[in-house]
């Protein structure tokens, strides 16, 4: 299953990335998803607004965004499971396409057929199910779950076996395959995580999008399933993933695109982006001026933040207790 | 009192019961109803709809051409459009819409039986005799068409009405659904619809089309309901007011007693169901004075008896006899 325009090479891929100007909506050499003027309204706030977006085919790129920028409502409009609103006024109407084809009014399962296959930040692991059988639905090439041939087990077995196996294996590599006959609901939020991940692999997916892949997956797996998401890429998968960890950021990701407020406001490599103002700003609001990537910054920023927070409380207090005075001081008036 | 004449009659209520053709054509619809909401979720309040439609589409037919086989198939055919009519529109949307539409749709078709403007082809209240359609049935015996034969204290005609030859067939139907169930629900066909009913986002989100399944999933609940009809006027005539939202009620607790999202489920529960029904019959008739309570009373009593019973199942056993506690199928 190898591929021409697929960079096996990760340096020959960092090498093209570099020629790359870092500005958001910039483009790409050989773009694997292309999105064009996509926006989501809830009432009335607009969640996403991105205007246009490119992603390298074969690069590790890295969403990210404080919270409620809109990343995860991004990922629910490219996959199909939300639907972008209408232009106004006659505008153009939105167009994502991926490996040159539209998948604008396309249902969730046909982009999941195309090679697009997504994970969920609130993880759907099917918790009446064991983790096998978690982990075979994952599978797109099992003929048995056609109707027609489901009750005639000799077409199906011989695929059923093969799937099996190629679950276990994957089970093995996210520390699960102990877990492989339990049921899903018996696995603890981290588990759940690497499940769904897990399950997701098992299509092979063209690109694999990963809403917070590592929230509360303990640090020593996340050192080897970081690992594992390289090797993934290595294979002939690009990977777009959210991430809010900046570390996890900067050490597997090949290029990073930054949202805040439903907008796409930077995009670089990712010793960077970290250092554009407009990221700074979206973060932190606009009085910081330092590298986010440093974590003594985010530590001072809360103990900044603590302290601030310490003093608004006491001047509440203060004003709670003048006020109770106050009306103490009346009530003896009337009496 | 004859304790020993109440025991005798009792035993032989449960054999006659657990013989009984009704029974099986519960069993049959129970299997249906657990394809729909055991195994993919799918809340069918209306399951008598689809007995009441193969039902009174077997039997128009064969009234009328005393053709089996014709009327075998407009009853299927019809609970196929009529799966289809109550999915294509709901099965998009949240699952208690089909909830709804289902037990309008099933009250519609009950009302419709009733109805007198359609009297020359339903019967409207009176119903369809069954000496109208259960001839072309009973010429396919392979036993003498006249007689009865009598088996310990069992004694049915041979071929005719609710004769062996028609308990033969509604139980070889009964083992033959079991089967179709078990190697429907084993496949990974029957995977995708376990989980539909645990998630349909994730189901979608690894490529499955869950529209598509669930529509499946419907028709063919639906044709077990279809085939129960059959079996059932075949012994009877037809009613509608027997195909009601009482039936509906009866089958989930058949369903829910045995154990939903199980193949063996069904039958255990519609067993336990009905011998449950015989002995408080039974034992109420014989041990209550009729002064208290009189004969029309008992199958009200019952009734609440078996109110009760549903609730307390609810409660303390939701899994059912045979169910799994870690997958049942609703909760959490
Ligand atoms: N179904 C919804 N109804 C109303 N508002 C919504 C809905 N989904 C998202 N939003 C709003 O859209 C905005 C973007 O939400 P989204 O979940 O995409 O953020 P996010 O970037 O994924 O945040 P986080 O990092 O916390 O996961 C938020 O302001 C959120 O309140
Ligand atoms: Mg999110």
């Given at each position: 299953m190898t591929d021409d325009d697929y960079d096996y090479d990760r340096a020959e891929l960092r090498k093209k990335l570099d020629k790359v100007d870092e500005v958001p909506g910039s483009a790409k050499p050989n773009p694997i998803l292309t999105v064009d003027r996509i926006t989501r309204r809830f009432g009335g706030i607009a969640a996403v607004d991105v205007d246009h977006l490119e992603v390298q085919r074969g690069s590790i790129t890295a969403l990210i965004g404080p919270n409620g920028a809109g990343k995860t409502t991004f990922f629910n409009l490219l996959t199909g499971f939300d639907i972008p609103d209408r232009p106004q006024n006659g505008g153009e109407k939105p167009h994502w396409e991926f490996q040159g084809r539209s998948l604008a009014s396309t249902s969730a399962f046909r982009v999941a057929r195309e090679g697009m296959v997504r994970t969920f930040q609130l993880t759907k692991a099917l918790s009446a199910m064991t983790v096998m059988d978690n982990m075979l639905l994952g599978s797109q090439e099992q003929t048995g779950e056609k109707l027609s041939r489901s009750m005639l087990w000799p077409l199906w077995r011989g695929k059923e076996k093969a799937i099996r196996a190629k679950a276990e294996d994957l089970l093995g590599r996210f520390k699960l395959l102990e877990k492989k006959d339990d049921y899903a609901g018996s696995l603890s939020g981290g588990q759940r995580k690497l499940l769904e991940m897990a399950r997701a692999l098992m299509s092979d997916p063209t690109m694999i999008m990963l809403d917070e892949p590592m929230a509360g997956v303990n640090p020593a797996l996340t050192q080897s399933l970081l690992g594992h998401i390289q090797d993934l890429r290595d294979r002939g998968t690009t990977v777009l993933f959210v991430e809010h960890d900046m570390h996890m950021v900067r050490f597997i990701s090949d290029w990073v695109i930054v949202m805040a407020e439903g907008k796409l406001v930077a995009e670089g490599k990712p010793g960077h982006v970290m250092q554009n103002q407009a990221v700074i700003d979206a973060y932190l609001g606009s009085h910081h001026d330092q590298d986010l990537g440093d974590d003594s910054v985010l530590d001072e920023d809360f103990a900044t933040a603590v302290t601030q927070e310490d003093a608004e409380l006491v001047k509440e207090k203060e004003a709670l207790e003048a006020y109770a005075d106050s009306v103490r001081a009346q009530e003896g008036d009337e009496n | 009192m004859d304790v020993g004449f109440y025991f005798s009659t009792l035993f032989t209520d449960f054999g006659s019961t657990a013989l009984s053709v009704i029974t099986a054509s519960y069993v049959i619809a129970a299997i249906g109803l657990n394809i729909h909401f055991g195994f993919t979720g799918l809340l069918n309040i209306g399951?008598?709809?689809?007995?009441?439609?193969?039902?009174?589409?077997?039997?128009?037919?064969?009234?009328?051409?005393?053709?089996?086989?014709?009327?075998?198939?407009?009853?299927?055919?019809?609970?196929?459009?009529?799966?289809?009519?109550?999915?294509?529109?709901?099965?998009?949307?949240?699952?208690?819409?089909?909830?709804?539409?289902?037990?309008?749709?099933?009250?519609?078709?009950?009302?419709?039986?009733?109805?007198?403007?359609?009297?020359?082809?339903?019967?409207?209240?009176?119903?369809?005799?069954?000496?109208?359609?259960?001839?072309?049935?009973?010429?396919?015996?392979?036993?003498?068409?006249?007689?009865?034969?009598?088996?310990?204290?069992?004694?049915?005609?041979?071929?005719?009405?609710?004769?062996?030859?028609?308990?033969?067939?509604?139980?070889?139907?009964?083992?033959?659904?079991?089967?179709?169930?078990?190697?429907?629900?084993?496949?990974?066909?029957?995977?995708?619809?376990?989980?539909?009913?645990?998630?349909?986002?994730?189901?979608?989100?690894?490529?499955?089309?869950v529209t598509v399944y669930k529509t499946q999933s419907l028709v063919i609940g639906g044709l077990f309901g279809a085939v129960a009809g059959i079996v059932n006027v075949l012994a009877t005539s037809v009613s509608a007011d027997a195909m009601g939202r009482t039936l509906t009620f009866e089958l989930y607790t058949c369903l829910l007693l045995g154990g939903a999202a199980t193949v063996f489920g069904p039958l255990l529960g519609t067993f336990l169901y009905w011998l449950v029904l015989v002995f408080l019959r039974d034992t109420i008739g014989f041990w209550v004075p009729s002064g208290i309570l009189s004969q029309q009373q008992i199958p009200q009593i019952t009734w609440i008896f078996v109110g009760v019973g549903l609730m307390l199942l609810v409660i303390f056993r939701p899994q059912g006899i045979l169910g799994n506690k870690k997958e049942l199928a609703f909760g959490d």
């Open positions: - | 399951q008598a709809g689809f007995v009441l439609l193969g039902a009174y589409g077997f039997a128009i037919t064969v009234r009328f051409t005393q053709n089996f086989w014709l009327g075998v198939v407009v009853a299927l055919v019809a609970a196929v459009l009529f799966a289809l009519v109550l999915g294509l529109p709901t099965l998009k949307l949240r699952g208690d819409y089909l909830a709804i539409v289902t037990i309008a749709a099933a009250e519609i078709l009950r009302l419709l039986g009733d109805n007198q403007l359609l009297a020359p082809f339903t019967g409207g209240t009176f119903g369809i005799p069954g000496s109208a359609f259960s001839k072309p049935f009973s010429a396919l015996s392979p036993f003498p068409q006249n007689g009865l034969f009598q088996l310990g204290p069992f004694n049915y005609p041979l071929s005719e009405g609710d004769s062996w030859w028609l308990r033969i067939v509604a139980w070889g139907i009964v083992a033959l659904s079991i089967v179709v169930s078990f190697l429907l629900v084993r496949s990974p066909w029957g995977r995708v619809l376990r989980g539909i009913r645990e998630d349909e986002d994730a189901i979608r989100s690894l490529g499955k089309n």
